[in-house]
């Protein structure tokens, strides 16, 4: 019984968290490019270890939006566009998503996560020109959101590390026509974050993969990674020596321990608090204030 109670207790609590954040459509009045899923869209929850409420995961996305954890401030604070993973066929979004946007809030940043367009067919075209959209849609909202617009940053997750890490080197390809005035902005991000980001590098010779073009105007970068993410680790070093060779600063942080997929889960490893050093980076990067001890 105590159980079912505690169970039911974590419903509740996330559907008030998303019920007071609201969404944003991507595309509203205009066409949306690209290719969407006729399978409808759907929430599923499932409860993890060590958290309070649900996990929720979307799956077949085809209304592509961005969940607004704005904060109040008196002057305009950075924003971070948070992008989950889930492999192109659904979105982490509990633990890659509010638990982000709770923990940015926290530290006096506004958050917005990407809900982008995922199913089956694992379509990273369609993924592209919703991160394109959502960081020119924040930025040419950045009056009404209370942000700078010059402090807009993208914060992925696995596939969403990809994601960031894409829009972050190829914002100077247009995914898509120009559809409005939204579309006249700027969608190059000013700093990347990448937790255990997938399938940056070309598995050779820790160089990366087609779909990355690094140069001295690529975003500075804070990467976070561990050795034992299997296939994956590589992602983290290739983006950072190409980083590191067009002489733009980045923070590697890679441990031994930590697999894939922790989020903010507190498993008892140095990799736990990989939050409070990007925490200590946005301070250094004047993108936070200093944390009050």
């Given amino acids: 019984m105590k159980k079912n109670i505690l169970f039911i207790t974590s419903i509740l609590a996330?559907?008030?968290a998303l019920a007071n954040a609201p969404f944003m459509n991507l595309w509203d009045g205009v066409k949306m490019p690209g290719s969407k899923t006729d399978a409808p869209e759907y929430m599923k929850g499932k409860i993890i270890p060590g958290r309070k409420y649900q996990s929720y995961d979307y799956k077949n996305v085809s209304i592509p939006a961005i969940q607004i954890y704005s904060i109040k401030s008196d002057?305009?604070?950075?924003?971070?566009i948070v992008c989950p993973g889930g492999a192109y066929s659904g979105l982490v979004y509990g633990k890659e998503?509010?638990?982000i946007a709770n923990y940015l809030n926290s530290i006096g940043i506004s958050a917005f996560i990407l809900k982008y367009r995922v199913s089956d067919q694992k379509d990273r075209e369609a993924a592209f020109n919703d991160?394109?959209?959502?960081?020119r849609l924040v930025r040419a909202n950045a009056k009404k959101f209370n942000i700078d617009p010059d402090k807009i940053g993208v914060m992925g997750f696995s596939a969403g590390g990809h994601l960031s890490a894409r829009a972050s080197t190829s914002y100077s390809q247009n995914s898509y026509e120009p559809l409005d005035k939204i579309d006249e902005v700027s969608a190059k991000p000013n700093f990347t974050i990448l937790i255990y980001p997938a399938w940056i590098d070309n598995r050779k010779?820790?160089?990366?993969?087609k779909e990355f073009k690094v140069d001295a105007q690529t975003p500075t970068a804070f990467i976070v990674q561990a050795q034992n993410d299997t296939g994956l680790v590589n992602s983290s070093i290739a983006y950072y020596l190409a980083l590191k060779e067009a002489g733009v600063d980045a923070d590697l942080h890679l441990y031994s321990k930590g697999g894939h997929a922790y989020g903010l889960l507190q498993n008892g490893l140095p990799i736990d608090n990989w939050h409070k050093s990007l925490t200590d980076w946005l301070v250094f990067k004047k993108l936070c204030e200093p944390q009050k001890q």
């Fill in 97 to 99: 998503g509010e638990d």
């Fill in 131 to 135: 991160i394109q959209r959502a960081i």
């Fill in 75 to 80: 002057k305009p604070t950075t924003a971070v």
């Fill in 205 to 209: 010779d820790y160089g990366l993969a």
């Fill in 14 to 16: 996330s559907a008030i």
